[in-house]
């Protein structure tokens, strides 16, 4: 129960009425001149009420949390239990707390960092995408072959004969033997010619990423288009100076492994520092509250929901291929989310411990530094939304209390 008396409710009054002075007339006064006695009798009592209430209980509610220094884990729910105007106020506030963190020495966590290697393999593999990337295409009426590029429209249907959500589509180009597609389609069109119609079942891996559909007979009705054979370039100096500004083939290939070694550098960057939070999170006493668990969850399955849209499938069509209900679908998610909150948390209490903060400036340079990377008007308004650049600053957080870990456990090896 929180409660305040006419003294703590005085402060409030006289900003609230200050308010409303900016909105109406009292005669007399220019607007926004007149004492707060005056403001006070000649406003509506009930909005004057109303968004006194208001300001009260946030403020008062703040108040409660700094004294009892407590976390918040959930938006409270406020009921009122007793107003006296302006004289005195009480009310309850129920809402889930983040309780006591007990983070491990987490300045002695030792982690190998690894140092990515890139392999005459690797750059050749870049080679040949851009010698297929440049290949000139040529349509032929013969059999198709391994390496000829096939144009074919395609329909997935289920044991029921009923046609899967996503399993289709128009003037597809799918290039023979690139191991590309599911295993066991791209064989089914070896030696179809231009108007042929191909009929084939083919079993989904049993590690198929839609559940719904892994280890399962799915049968395809095909068409093919066109067939083309797939002419690629001669990896020579005059390749290497139409693909780039390179004068050789060598210069080409350095700059490839450069690219490919930074690439795979911040990958194994990004790996290490999951490693160690997942560390030193997995040794942390924390007691993570469901609120946040749920919260996570749905803010998971929304971007999943605008990415599915994107693509025209609907949720019940995803549900359907998962072959799970929307509960399950929804509590399946639950592990990975418990971790990432659980994350969450500890990066918040070394923050503290760490004493890490974001200046204004260090947001202000973030913020301008995404505006130019976002030409686009309206991303450039999304990014003065104060809610966006609390969301900026959160994660500028993360990066420097990560970098933080990150020092030490280089000081520990």
Known sequence: MISADQQDLAPIKDHVLGHFAGKIKVPGFRVGTAPAALVEKHVDQRALADEFIEHALNSLYGRAIDQEKLRPASKPEVHLKKFVPFAT????????????????????????????????????????????????RKEVDRSAKKGDEVHIDFKGKDKDGQPIAGADGKDYPLLLGSGNFIPGFEENLLGVKDGDKKVFTITFPKDYGAKGLAGKPVTFATEVKKVQEVQEPKVDDEFASKVGPFKTVAELKADIKKQLKAEKQNNADREYENKLVRKIAEKSEVEIPKSLVDEQIARGEEDEKRDLMNRGQT???????????????????????????????????????????????????????????????????????????????????????????????????
Request: proline share 4%; charged share 35%.
């Open 89 to 136: 106020l009480e009310f309850e506030a129920q809402l889930d707390i983040i309780g006591p963190i007990k983070l491990p020495d987490y300045k002695r966590i030792k982690l190998t960092k690894k140092t990515a290697e890139v392999t005459a393999a690797d750059v050749n593999g870049v080679i040949k995408s851009l010698q297929q990337r440049a290949a000139a």
């Open 315 to 413: 949720w019940q069509e995803h549900l359907d291929a998962e072959g799970v209900t929307a509960d399950e679908h929804f509590e399946r998610k639950r592990p990975e989310a418990e971790q990432r909150v659980k994350a969450g948390l500890v990066l918040s209490e070394v923050a503290e411990k760490e004493d890490i903060f974001v200046t204004p400036e260090e947001l202000e340079i973030r913020i301008q530094l995404l505006k130019g990377q976002y030409k686009d008007p309206q991303m450039q308004t999304e990014l003065d939304k104060p809610e966006n650049q609390r969301d900026i600053a959160a994660r500028l957080m993360t990066e420097k209390t990560i970098a933080r870990l990150v020092e030490h456990s280089s000081r520990s090896r």
